[in-house]
């Protein structure tokens, strides 16, 4: 009999880690299913666009701001470099981005990068010119940013507006 007893306590330790596997397999299952279908559902409410909008407007607004540094010391060769490193940002984020599933989701995008990547242009052959740099061109390279980022964050904004709207309307269906 007490051969017997001592079988049962690993059985029972058996069936309790075999139902906590089954249970956790059950649990991942459903939490992978609903992960999926809210990355699934993200897209259509331009999750990602506004994510890609929001990283471009910063990175614009960092160029803008490396403008004016170098306007303030355009002879200076750390200027030089940090207008370089900006400039470098903000034409890989616009000529790396297709815009597939997330930028081309903010229609007024489209017309804001072809002007930003003609800025870009524009910086880049003034730092390729080397030292000093032309304060009269940073200063309209700057006030043209500021236009832009100010754009930019206006469509942001409005756009952002738009998705609540269409979250909640899904929300209350």
Do not use: C
């Not at 540094?69 to 200076?76: D, E, V």
């Not at 000093?132 to 390279?141: A, F, Q, R, S, V």
């Amino acid at each position: 009999m007490a051969r017997f007893e001592g079988w049962r306590v690993p059985v029972t330790y058996g069936t309790a880690i075999a139902a906590a596997a089954a249970s956790s397999a059950v649990l991942i299952t459903v939490l992978f299913l609903s992960l999926s279908k809210i990355e699934y559902s993200l897209p259509r409410f331009g999750f990602y666009a506004i994510r890609e909008f929001h990283i471009a407007i910063r990175d614009v607004t960092h160029l803008k701001d490396m403008t004016s540094l170098a306007k303030a010391a355009p002879g200076s060769a750390d200027s030089l470099e940090q207008l370089s490193a900006a400039n470098d940002l903000v034409y890989i984020r616009f000529k790396r981005i297709d815009g597939t599933g997330t930028a081309s989701e903010i229609p007024a995008y489209a017309s804001i990068v072809p002007r930003i990547v003609d800025a870009v242009t524009r910086l880049d052959a003034m730092i390729a010119a080397g030292l000093p740099l032309d304060e009269k061109i940073l200063k309209e390279m700057g006030l043209e940013l500021e236009h832009l980022v100010a754009r930019m964050n206006d469509e942001y904004y409005k756009y952002g507006d738009e998705i609540n709207v269409d979250l909640y309307s899904a929300k209350k269906a």
